[in-house]
């Protein structure tokens, strides 16, 4: 960890990102979980980028309730970073949701969302600010290299166009949650109110004037990746199930399809016993009833899930609860 005891004392001599009167341009939105390895160095490289802005910014910490010492680093951060601010939610509600959180909590004109692993790299950001002040509502970072693995590149590019396909519209999996959002988009975005979210879906639903900035995906810079396999599933099927009611539609052909296929196979075995009598073919029609009675099962699966996730939703719970705030109050 040398490098960030340099980086510390240099900062250490720089001046506050804040502004006197407690005016904000730049918030940086970053939602923790599983990353305290990460969060000196993340304070560290962030603070100086926005330094060479020369404009007033604040760091917003979102611990996502991480079950390693990540709200201790963010409370030394804290203590050791001026523009800090460490927000603690009650529990783990997501990612997307803890994006919510701190976007709802940012008080700049313009909102920087990235990851907290740093694989999305700080010194980027005045390159999405430049790129905004283009006249963009928002500014997409588009990763031209990544250091994820094979297996986890073809699983993305798969959930994308299987997305693309249930929406009709166009998602490129090149695109991750590192953005910078202008205070119009940061409050249509915190208009929304369900519980099954996805970021880049909800600023691709938006619409409004985007603007795109490639750069190369880094590698983790310590530990690793709270997204197991488990989750990457889970986490593709709320996608794929719950952004869109186009599944309903195709699980509705579907049955249309298996009912003419069924008509039509009656009408020929009718017919069949009349001119040549009865004829075999049981496990052909074993087969058929097996795979009828699968895609009835499922059908009713995926209904069900739709009716747990209408339940969940009109109950009207908060998004979140904060257990904790930190921030620091200008005298």
């Not at 560290?44 to 991480?66: K, N």
């Not at 699966?301 to 904790?324: A, C, H, N, S, W």
Request: hydrophobic share 45%.
């Amino acid at each position: 960890m040398a490098r960030c005891a340099r980086g510390e004392t240099r900062y250490r001599r720089m001046k506050s990102g804040r502004d006197p009167d407690g005016s904000v341009v730049i918030s940086v939105v970053v939602p923790v979980y599983g990353c305290d390895g990460c969060i000196e160095e993340l304070c560290a490289r962030v603070r100086l980028a926005l330094m060479d802005i020369h404009v007033p910014f604040e760091i917003l910490l979102v611990d996502d309730r991480s079950p390693d010492q990540s709200w201790a680093k963010i409370v030394a951060a804290h203590e050791h970073f001026p523009e800090v601010t460490g927000i603690r939610l009650s529990r783990n509600f997501g990612q997307h949701i803890a994006i919510s959180a701190g976007l709802a909590a940012a008080k700049g004109e313009y909102a920087v969302v990235m990851d907290c692993d740093l694989q999305d790299p700080p010194e980027r950001i005045p390159d999405l600010y430049a790129k905004i002040k283009e006249g963009y509502d928002f500014v997409l970072a588009k990763r031209v290299s990544r250091s994820h693995s094979a297996g986890r590149l073809i699983g993305a590019k798969a959930y994308f166009f299987l997305m693309g396909r249930l929406q009709k519209a166009s998602f490129d999996s090149s695109f991750g949650t590192f953005s910078i959002l202008s205070r119009k988009v940061i409050n249509a975005f915190l208009r929304f109110s369900e519980r099954e979210r996805h970021y880049l879906f909800i600023l691709g639903w938006l619409g409004f004037n985007a603007g795109t900035v490639e750069y190369d995906h880094n590698q983790r810079f310590a530990g690793k990746s709270s997204y197991s396999l488990s989750k990457l599933i889970r986490h593709a099927m709320d996608g794929i199930f719950f952004q869109s009611t186009d599944l309903l539609k195709w699980i509705v052909t579907t049955g249309l399809t298996f009912s003419l296929v069924g008509l039509i196979s009656s009408v020929y075995f009718v017919c069949s016993y009349f001119f040549y009598g009865s004829s075999p073919g049981w496990t052909s029609l074993f087969v058929a009833m097996l795979t009828c009675t699968g895609a009835i099962l499922i059908s009713l699966g995926v209904l069900g899930l739709y009716v747990g996730k209408i339940f969940d939703q009109v109950k009207e719970r908060p998004l979140y609860e904060v257990d904790l705030v930190l921030e620091h109050v200008e005298k």
